[in-house]
């Protein structure tokens, strides 16, 4: 079975705190995902990656940085987190697809986090 | 996004009864994906349909891509407890990596 684990459940920061999430798969994809999900508004996809130290921003980047130095590893970071970026975080991988899509995308539990 | 429209927002349904639930895009959908997610956890996958007029089915859970490939309809037959949750639709839209998802819709199944 595919694992997508995050590396916290909840989370609580202060506003302009630096804030690291940690997203690791298990099952050798190319492909990971960084989304956020607010209620009405479905998923947004902040930022994603096709390879090691590759990445490209998604719809909306602003605030947020990656990471990408090992394959199974992709960080979100929040360079000075904001009131606006409390949210559900969604780490996703998938299987490169030679036909150039997205692919089947397995997500991990999440992370809430709560900016005060 | 707007790009993909779910509807209906959100639905109570008493145990047993049917129930549907809609995608729609005004653009061709290359793929599309239905999701569940369980309150505060994250996706699971359900089905995957790519082309048009396809139907796949698991369970109690039909899902169905229209000739066109512009809509998508998931349908539950008499539903329980356990397909409470949230229904998320994911399309590729030929944006390469990326999928676009639905705003999704709440599913309470009252006993």
């Known amino acids: 079975d595919v694992k997508v684990t995050q590396s916290s459940r909840y989370l609580v920061k202060r506003t302009g705190e630096k804030v690291f999430l940690e997203c690791v798969q298990d099952?050798?994809?190319?492909?990971m995902f960084w989304y956020r999900q607010d209620p009405g508004l479905g998923l947004r996809l902040i930022y994603f990656s096709y390879d090691v130290k590759m990445k490209e921003k998604g719809d909306i980047p602003e605030g947020y940085s990656v990471s990408r130095e090992k394959k199974e590893r992709f960080s979100l970071i929040l360079e000075s987190a904001s009131t606006n970026q409390t949210s559900m975080y969604l780490c996703?991988?998938?299987?490169?697809?030679?036909?150039?899509?997205?692919?089947?995308?397995?997500f991990g539990p999440g992370t809430r986090l709560t900016v005060l | 996004s707007q790009e993909l429209e779910q509807s209906p927002q959100s639905l109570i349904v008493q145990e047993g009864k049917n129930l549907t639930i809609n995608c729609t895009s005004s653009?061709?959908?290359?793929?599309l994906y239905w999701y569940k997610q369980k309150y505060g956890e994250g996706l699971i996958f359900l089905m995957m349909l790519q082309k048009g007029g396809e139907e796949k089915s698991h369970e109690k859970i039909t899902a169905k891509l229209d000739e066109k490939k512009q809509q998508s309809s998931l349908h539950i037959t008499a539903s329980q407890p356990s397909h409470a949750g949230i229904y998320l639709c994911?399309?590729?839209?030929?944006?390469?990596?990326?999928?676009?998802f639905g705003a999704g819709t709440i599913l309470r199944v009252k006993s």
């Open positions: 996703a991988s998938s299987l490169f697809d030679l036909a150039g899509g997205p692919g089947e995308q397995f």
């Open positions: 994911g399309a590729d839209m030929e944006y390469g990596n990326k999928l676009v």
């Open positions: 653009k061709t959908l290359y793929g």
């Open positions: 099952m050798d994809h190319e492909n």
